[in-house]
């Protein structure tokens, strides 16, 4: 039957169900709604919805950033949390990789560290932090240790988790080919493993956030958590949610470094 | 460069896997390998390129490989086996590095392989961006860069379409011509066995055993120009499977 045969009362088009479930970047989202937010909450405190009491005004809380600014506070809370966040981490990243990989390659190490794995993961650090002040003296020894510990067990789970996803596939062409044994293990195993290890990081990095936070709260002249504390203990809101919101700024932060790197190191993926 | 391999049994755990396989792959020649599925072809090829060890029996080589042949036994796989983060140039690159054999050695046969395959627009593409058929390309000219005395293929056309495995067969054989190369051709498709083996080894159902080899009189390149012999080879061949494959059909398999 041709098609201007049918006719109009019988032909319906069929109905369309597909689509969706395909996530798509639409990056002037985000941006708007917090602007929104911040907007809202603005309106409520003036209007006296929201007193001040309960939750200082978005203006109030400038203040008090602008405050830490003008005073140079910012830089030296910001430096020393920086400083302990970045060696903490790295140096708990390098380790976890180090070990991670030892177990994901050899049977003897993945026999004796994954039951210590285990065991070690689940205790939180900021508990040993005590322990750490006596090992490692009360300076930025102890808040680097507790961070280091902190990104070491994702890091380790990561790694070697990623280790095991690498298609054998790929090993076996690998050894048909005559490769030696350390370049499988630098050409084939570790790109292999990488996209795992990097969602590691992302996980880690928020765990290390946490921790410097905690840590600094427990025993601390200067850093962001300092800042807190501090703000608490006086009932400054303004200036707690100033600190506070300093943190989410380093998550972003954080998160857009880690998207970078992803996109740098797997390019070959998308 | 001859493969001679004598007197092969293998089990894994309880399952027999092969029994008593001989046979020879002459410098040159184009053994197909076919079987039902899980009669232990693919395994028989691990022997060969000594990625698996054999419980009984062994795999000898005899005479030189040719001058200048990086990896004598190389494989082409079903899966392509192509690194997903390295080019096109890169998956080639990779089995040449650890031979130390400088930069512009390495330069030239990449360049060449590539030529040869026809895939010089796509030195910098990435394996995701393929067809499949390209994919394999890709790896035969992985397998050419190193020199090969003896290609082992692993059902290398099994996960293409039609249209593609009639182009890529082609290919072979146009390939072969030029190069002469042995290979030991593992399959269970019967078309593609009788238009590239020179000689049919025909398996039975597991445990494997020889039950028949099949030479084929007609040169590769005449081959797809006489379809109402190969029609007949075939038809000999699937005469022969045709139990093996209903038999093996119905077994429960526990191995791996």
Excluded at chain 2, 3 to 22: Q, W
Excluded at chain 2, 137 to 162: C, Y
Excluded at chain 2, 208 to 233: C, Q, S
Excluded at chain 2, 243 to 249: G, N, Q, W
Aim: neutral net charge; hydrophobic residues 50%; contains cysteine.
């Amino acid at each position: 039957m041709p098609p201007d045969a049918v006719s109009a009362a019988a032909a319906r088009a069929v109905p369309f169900r597909g689509g969706g479930f395909r996530p798509r970047r639409i990056w002037i989202i985000g941006p708007i709604v917090f602007v929104v937010l911040i907007l809202l909450w603005q309106a409520g405190s003036q209007t006296g919805v929201i007193s001040d009491v309960a939750l200082p005004s978005p203006v109030a809380v400038f203040g008090a950033f602008h405050d830490l600014v003008a005073t140079g506070m910012l830089w030296k809370h910001l430096g020393a949390s920086l400083y302990r966040l970045v060696v903490g981490w790295t140096l708990g990243t390098l380790l976890g990789v180090a070990i991670g990989l030892s177990i994901g390659l050899f049977s003897l190490a993945r026999a004796g560290l994954v039951p210590l794995v285990s065991a070690a993961f689940p205790i939180p650090k900021i508990a040993l932090l005590p322990l750490f002040v006596i090992w490692f003296g009360t300076g930025e020894g102890s808040k680097v240790a507790t961070i280091l510990f902190g990104t070491l067990f994702p890091t380790v789970v990561a790694t070697y988790g990623g280790i095991d996803n690498v298609d054998r596939n790929l090993i076996r062409m690998g050894q048909s080919f005559g490769l030696k044994w350390l370049s499988i293990v630098r050409k084939i195993v570790i790109p292999g493993a990488l996209p795992a290890i990097l969602s590691g990081f992302r996980i880690s990095a928020s765990i290390a956030v946490v921790l410097l936070v905690a840590a600094e709260m427990i025993g601390a002249q200067y850093g962001i958590g300092a800042y807190i504390l501090e703000a608490g203990a006086l009932f400054a809101t303004d200036q707690l949610i100033a600190g506070v919101a300093i943190l989410s700024g380093l998550g972003l932060v954080i998160g857009w470094l880690i998207g970078r790197a992803e996109r740098h190191f797997l390019d070959w993926r998308t | 460069m001859r493969v001679t391999i004598d007197g092969i049994s293998h089990d894994y755990g309880r399952t027999h896997v092969l029994r008593d396989i001989a046979l020879t792959i002459d410098e040159g020649e184009i053994v197909a390998v076919i079987g039902p599925s899980g009669c232990g072809k693919s395994t028989l090829l691990r022997f060969i390129g000594g990625l698996e060890r054999p419980d009984r029996g062994r795999v000898l080589l005899s005479g030189e490989p040719p001058t200048g042949s990086l990896n004598p036994l190389t494989y082409i796989f079903q899966d392509f086996a192509l690194l997903p983060w390295r080019t096109v140039e890169g998956n080639v690159r990779l089995v040449l590095e650890d031979h130390g054999i400088g930069e512009r050695a390495t330069r030239e046969i990449v360049d060449d392989v590539l030529a040869r395959t026809g895939l010089s627009d796509f030195r910098t593409a990435w394996p995701r961006q393929l067809s499949g058929g390209m994919k394999q390309r890709v790896a035969i000219a992985r397998a050419l860069s190193v020199r090969p005395a003896v290609m082992l293929m692993d059902e290398p056309l099994s996960s293409l379409d039609a249209q593609t495995r009639e182009l890529l067969m082609d290919d072979l054989v146009e390939l072969w011509a030029r190069e002469r190369f042995s290979a030991c051709y593992v399959t269970h498709n019967l078309a593609e066995a009788v238009r590239l083996g020179h000689r049919i080894i025909v398996l039975s159902r597991r445990p494997g055993t020889i039950r028949e080899e099949i030479a084929i009189d007609i040169p590769l390149a005449e081959r797809a120009g006489r379809p109402a012999e190969l029609d007949g080879v075939q038809r000999q061949v699937w005469t022969l499977l045709r139990e093996e494959a209903r038999e093996a059909d119905r077994e429960l398999t526990d191995a791996a």
